[in-house]
């Protein structure tokens, strides 16, 4: 896609992805395929994956638009358009309600994430690197994807940057995205990114730590395992985190689950009418 350099096209297959998605989504809940055991059915996506091709070594290259920062910027924003904000006046859709999200786009991996296991492997890799890098370099394709298009989420990566977990990094979630940024969507970790912050970089050396320095960074949502939330209790009672800590988290997740239509009557919602054997133009 990144070769394309074109806007138009990217959101065409950002467009078609989203309509794709939720026919599936909506073909699974019908036939009663809810909950735990259907994963890979919902309409929070884990894409678009919008690292920069730092390394020709690095094994998803192909999954994401270059080494440019300025031509990534732009091409995520095309595809987080084309996989939330699809005119709910398409011919394939009942109604003309567009105020709902087609498909929750994520931004990821945040950041400065582009290693499998050269030079070392991604669970334990720690980017070192200076403020101008950072600005210049690694943020304006984040800051495009939840700024610009605003995607509702963020998936944390599983590297730390100057020795801190990004999972468990305060000065990027609630400092660079809540405070800079003032965006108010939620904050996934990568798959047991969470847990990592003890398990692999050792930042900490608890559950009940890491699940209380991500909680405190501006983390919401364990992807993967649950090592990290179930020890929330424990680093509730200690004190090392409040109920309003929860909460907060709690509001920013429903948040999401609301612009889905996911909370709503399904037949006030537009996207819901849409079937596996639904077209889509480009």
């Known amino acids: 896609l990144g070769a394309t350099w074109s806007k138009d096209d990217v959101h065409s297959v950002g467009r078609a992805v989203g309509h794709e998605a939720r026919a599936l989504h909506n073909a699974r809940v019908h036939a009663g395929q809810r909950g735990w055991g259907h994963n890979g059915w919902g309409i929070t996506a884990y894409g678009p994956n919008m690292n920069l091709v730092r390394d020709p070594r690095w ?7 270059g080494e440019d920062p300025h031509l990534s910027s732009q ?5 987080v358009g084309g996989y939330q904000r699809a005119p709910a006046t398409d011919n394939s859709v009942n109604g003309s309600d567009s105020s709902y999200i087609l498909l929750a786009a994520c931004c990821k991996h945040f950041a400065a994430y582009d290693v499998e296991s050269i030079p070392i492997d991604r669970f ?3 980017a070192i690197l200076d ?17 610009e298009a605003k995607a509702a989420h ?3 990566s599983y590297n730390s940057i100057n020795g801190v977990p990004t999972c468990g990094d305060e000065q ?16 996934v970790s990568d798959y047991d990114a969470w847990a990592n912050i003890d398990r692999t970089h050792h930042y900490c050396k608890t559950y009940e730590c890491a699940a209380s320095v991500g909680l405190k960074a501006g983390l919401d949502q364990e992807g993967g395992g649950t090592d990290a ?9 200690a004190g090392n985190v409040t109920k309003e800590d929860i909460a907060t988290s709690f509001k920013r997740l429903f948040r999401i689950r609301i612009k889905l239509g996911m909370l709503d009557p399904p037949t006030l919602v537009p996207w819901n009418y849409l079937k596996n054997d639904s077209s889509v133009e480009g």
């Not at 403020?131 to 700024?147: G, I, Q």
């Not at 979630?173 to 800079?180: D, P, S, T």
């Open 75 to 79: 091409l995520s924003k095309s595809i």
């Open 229 to 237: 939330i179930k020890a929330l209790p424990k680093a509730l009672a």
């Open 124 to 126: 334990q890799f720690n």
């Open 59 to 65: 094994g998803r290259s192909q999954e994401v638009y």
């Open 172 to 187: 990027l979630m609630n400092g660079i995205l809540r405070n800079k940024w003032h965006w108010p969507g939620f904050v």
């Open 131 to 147: 403020t101008r890098n950072m600005w210049e370099t690694y943020l304006p394709v984040f800051h495009a994807c939840v700024k």
């Open 154 to 156: 963020v998936m944390c």
